[in-house]
């Protein structure tokens, strides 16, 4: 299986010194700290690059859900892992990596919700555009087409996440 450069390192970097700027400009005027929310595994990569990049007063929280196997969605959210700090009065920002049939995203959005933050928005680096989910990104990466991708914390299997680059298997 030959696997092509879709997104390369170089760019994907960019983006995020674009997005952090974004983040920054989006809270400045806020004193508390944003707490960070990592979807692992997929997201691991791109929020570890990104909240170096912020200039901001960041806490750290982490879950871990999954829904695929291989390349296809099985429509149920497992969670794996939950957060260890209640969201209560925070301002709660969603790291993602991909954002395709939206699933993830509606369910960890309705739960988090539901711990009333003062504030909740989802950045991703990559958005399928093919479906229409409704979940509003306020920082959004790359928009691609209906790609099966890979890399930069995204898997085949558990396989591919090292990668630097984001590609698709040919
Ligand atoms: O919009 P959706 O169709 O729900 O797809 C997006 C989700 O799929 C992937 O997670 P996966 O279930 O593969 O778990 P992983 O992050 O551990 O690889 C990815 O990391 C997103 O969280
Ligand atoms: N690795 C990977 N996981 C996904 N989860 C939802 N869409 C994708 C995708 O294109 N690649």
Redesign the pocket.
């Known amino acids: 299986m030959a696997l092509k450069v879709l997104i390369s390192e170089e760019e994907i970097q960019k983006k995020i010194e674009d997005l952090a700027s974004q983040i920054d400009d989006y809270y400045k005027n806020i004193t508390d700290e944003i707490v960070a929310v990592c979807v692992l595994k997929?997201s691991v990569n791109f929020f570890s690059d990104l909240v170096k990049k912020i200039h901001l007063n960041v806490n750290y929280n982490f879950i871990q859900v999954s829904?695929?196997s291989g390349?296809i969605?099985t429509g149920k959210v497992k969670v794996k892992s939950w957060l260890d700090e209640p969201l209560e009065n925070k301002h709660v920002l969603i790291v993602e990596?991909?954002?395709?049939?939206g699933n993830?995203l509606k369910y960890i959005v309705r739960y988090l919700e539901m711990q009333n933050p003062s504030s909740l928005e989802i950045t991703s680096i990559?958005l399928?555009t093919i479906h229409e989910h409704g979940i509003q990104v306020r920082f959004p990466g790359f928009e691609?087409g209906d790609?099966?991708?890979?890399?930069y914390?995204?898997?085949?299997n558990e396989k591919?996440r090292n990668l630097p680059y984001i590609g698709?298997i040919e």
């Open positions: 997929g829904s695929y390349d969605t990596d991909i954002v395709d049939t993830t990559v399928k691609i790609k099966f991708v890979v890399g914390g995204l898997d085949y591919y698709y």
